[in-house]
């Protein structure tokens, strides 16, 4: 097609620039050891990181940095974390990290949250890729789920604006989960873990099996996950103004899920590799999940929305180059990737026309979608360090293809004979979008004690439909943004940071295009090609302290976001009812405040706590509740490790505050949303040993008090969490 033709043109003429530029560098360069940095840099990141290995964190500067150093409020999740708390995605353990939150229940429909906003307004990563999906709607990102957790090394979250670096979408923040590599094993033998993973609530069972193997410059890994999940049950119980007088089902909060991944490396020098990586996730009914709307009060509304098959197959080619002594880079990456991600959608809503109608009254819509989105991307960056300065620069590409297939019935029942209207007219039309992007950031070493990260980055995106006769829509838009943080060595354990930037999202298909009924049936939304971006405006202050046994950090954020997009009534009426439009009219403020900690005592007891506050308002319209995550949150935690590590206990213990200005004023909770606390037990025992051979235990109780409440996000829409729950897990790593 033209499409494919074009992009694939434009595609390796950048990978042909980044050749070419980034080629003599390569050339003329000396390969070194693979992991060495400039001198200078390391020197001035490490001088203050007491911690026994602190983790490396490269998402918010794409150089290396311990938190510590960090230019930007970031939280970072460790693979022993993910093995030790046996979530079912990542998203899963950010209800215990600060500043962050989930939105959606269930085995695989989790999402992140970051500082009250999710959705499109946050980019997921993997391994530097972007997993976003332009026929998405605004509020649904894309599922951390599409990662299997065997093959995560670790998981990297920058809390404001990343739009300087990774473009459309960075408005809120960024999730990078990076996958392992292959260790630097001493024999050529083949290593490896299987691994078997319980769950009493849904019934979960998944095993997993992990296999690698370095034969001098040449190495591969395996990883696969198979996994059959059940809807779960919320406990007996009273949260705001419902009662379940016993345990009730949350349907469609199951899935048959498996994901595989296979990487092959080789290292043509020491200092340079090449990585492909093939991978491919399948999921299987999957649903948003719901209640019995009987449970909920009267004239409540069904909203079911499954997702019977989904399937991603992603390819990948990355070329590194580490430790050059150039005169233009001492880092070069290039990456290329191929993305096909197809998704069927079913809906089937039930709305009640209330009082004052006949019984059982109302709009029934039933619709299905089928959607296949390829995408065809690169992203190229060089790192050069100058004096005791590092500058990071690069160009990054993708294409959307969007194939789409609909089917709606909508039907008036009550007033005598079911009045239905039918349609397969494609309610978002076949489309591209297109995305070209260029950066640069230097990390400048201005003083002894200064340290700044100034950058900018310029965007130009084009959204077309690819209609079957008459003309296409066509939208464009470009973007430039900038950021400049700054880091304050105030003493040895002390840095001072401050950071502003700019973010933008640029708005996809879905909120360009769709044309059509509304899913309830109740109105007719019309497309608008002549959106413009949302952007943001972020400003953060903090401070972290950091020595041996402890380590401290605060911040207070504002962020504000422009030209949010919002779909508002026309004024007009298509087909008898309302009609309705996206248009750039938000003015949104969110601001708060978080604090978290850890200290050692002894040799074996590490206690950690975190506080967070999140504040939302709409400015042009201060009654309208925009709030979508909790307003306060209080988690605090005691680990106890004695010395050899054989065993581990931990308790945790995590609250959320009332809630008052959030998105739940129609709700059947109630006006507020209600407190609530709850509590998690922990426990890991390593009962083998021996010549390369290991066996974990790791037993978690969630729900130790079978409480039955929801999470923020998912009260307006009530989807409890589920009741205490047993999880399992066996490790055998060879």
Known sequence: SRFIGTLTRRVFQMQKMAIVAFGAALIAGTAVHAQTVDTAKTKRDTSSAHRALPPIVVTATRTPKTEFNAPAPVNYISSKMISERMPNSVADLFRDLPGVDVA???????????????????????????????????????????????????????????????????????????????????????????????????????????????????????????????????????????????????????????????????????????????????????????????????????????????????????????????????????????????????????????????PGAGVQSVSTNYTDLSTLGIRAEATKGIAKHLITYGMDAFGDRSNNTDSSATTVVGFGPPQTQTSTTPQVPNATFQSVGAFVQGDFAVLDRLSLVLGARGQDIEARTRPATGSALISKNSTVVGTANAVYHLASSVNLIASAGRGFRAPNLVERFFNGPTPEGSGFQESNANLRPETSLNLDLGARYQNATTSFEAFTFRNMIHDGIRISLTGDSVNHVAAYQNVNVDRLLFTGAEAAGQTLLGNAILLRASYTRLSSRDELNPDNPIGASYSSKTIGEVDYRPDGGRWTLGYEIRHNAKMSDGEIAASPVGIDLPAFTVHTARASVRVLEHRGLSGTLNLSVENLGNALYSEAANASFFRPQAGRNLLASWTFGF
């Open 104 to 358: 959606g229940v269930g085995t695989n429909q989790v999402r992140p949250s970051i500082r009250g906003q999710g959705g499109q307004r946050i980019l997921l990563l993997e391994d530097g890729i972007r997993m976003n999906n332009s026929r998405r709607q605004e509020d649904f990102g894309e599922l951390p789920s599409l990662v299997g957790l065997n093959d995560i090394d670790r998981v990297e979250v920058v809390r404001g604006p990343s739009s300087v670096l990774y473009g459309t979408d960075a408005i809120a923040g960024v999730v990078n989960i990076i996958t392992r590599v292959v260790p630097d094993y001493t024999d050529a033998s083949i290593h490896g873990s299987a691994s078997y993973h319980y769950g009493s609530a849904d019934f979960q069972r998944s095993p997993s099996v992990t296999l690698e193997q370095r034969d001098g410059p040449l190495a591969f890994r395996f990883t696969g996950m198979l996994r059959q999940s059940n809807s779960y049950n919320a406990p007996a119980g009273t949260y705001g103004n419902i009662t379940f007088k016993s345990s009730e089902r949350v349907n469609d909060t199951g899935v048959n899920d498996n994901s595989l991944a296979g990487l092959i490396s080789y290292d043509l020098t020491p200092g340079q590799r090449i990585i492909a990586k093939v991978e491919q996730y399948d999921a299987r009914d999957a649903g948003f999940g719901y209640v019995d709307p009987a449970l909920l009060g009267t004239d409540q509304p069904l909203i079911r929305i499954l997702y019977p098959k989904q399937q991603v197959d992603k390819y990948s080619l990355r070329y590194e180059a580490t430790a050059l002594r150039t005169a233009l880079a001492d880092r070069v990456s290039v990456t290329t990737y191929t993305v096909r991600n197809s998704r069927y959608l079913a809906m089937n809503i039930f709305i009640p026309f209330g009082p004052g109608t006949p």
